[in-house]
T-cell receptor, first 113, second 114 residues
């Protein structure tokens, strides 16, 4: 059974600091990794995709992937109150995506002004 | 480019009824996936459609079904509704098969079963 684990939080980070969100997955065959942000009452919004080991940067966001250790992380630099949301880690086994995306339960992030 | 749209946004039904939800993907996207989100279980994959064919299916009973039309629009149907079907139903579209491809979510349909 494919599993994606995230600390549910809440993770409280002061404004301007770096927020670090972590995710581990069980299926070694996983090939595609995504981070979604979900505000309360809204649908998930894609913020980062990463497919190979290393770092992927987009503005204030950096996704990091380590397939050997089966973890993926998301760093948010210069955290803003508007970053307060639930962050969902999603994993897919490529080659047809047999089971669609498998999501973690999400980490609730609170940025304190 | 317009995003994924879903209708209706809210639905209230009673046990035993059936419901049909609709999803229009981003223009040019050919894959539509459906997910159920509940506080207890989180986001769970229902099924994926590509070129009018169901390609993948999650672990849900046969009461949950769907289809895709030639214009890539998709519908999902839930028959004989149960209280536990109350959830946010999300559809997501991707350019190609969802495996490995980025998926973009619509606003969701909030279903309440009384």
């Amino acid at each position: 059974q494919k599993e994606v684990e995230q600390n549910s939080g809440p993770l409280s980070v002061p404004e301007g600091a770096i927020a670090s969100l972590n995710c581990t997955y069980s299926d070694r065959g996983s090939q595609s990794f995504f981070w979604y942000r979900q505000y309360s009452g809204k649908s998930p919004e894609l913020i980062m995709s990463i497919y190979s080991n290393g770092d992927q940067e987009d503005g204030r966001f950096t996704a990091q992937l380590n397939k050997a250790s089966q973890y993926v992380s998301l760093l948010i630099r210069d955290s803003q109150p508007s970053d307060s949301a639930t962050y969902l880690c999603a994993v897919n086994v490529s080659g047809g995506g047999a089971d669609g995306l498998t999501f973690g339960k999400g980490t609730h992030l609170i940025i304190q002004p | 480019k317009a995003g994924v749209t879903q209708t209706p946004r809210y639905l209230i039904k009673t046990r035993g009824q059936q419901v049909t939800l609709s999803c229009s993907p981003i223009s040019g996207h050919r894959s539509v996936s459906w997910y159920q989100q509940t506080p207890g279980q989180g986001l769970q994959f229902l099924f994926e459609y590509f070129s009018e064919t169901q390609r993948n299916k999650g672990n849900f009973p046969g009461r949950f079904s769907g289809r895709q039309f030639s214009n890539s629009r998709s519908e999902m149907n839930v028959s004989t509704l149960e209280l536990g079907d109350s959830a946010l139903y999300l559809c997501a579209s991707s350019l190609w098969l969802a495996g490995g491809d980025e998926q973009f979510f619509g606003p969701g349909t909030r279903l309440t079963v009384l």
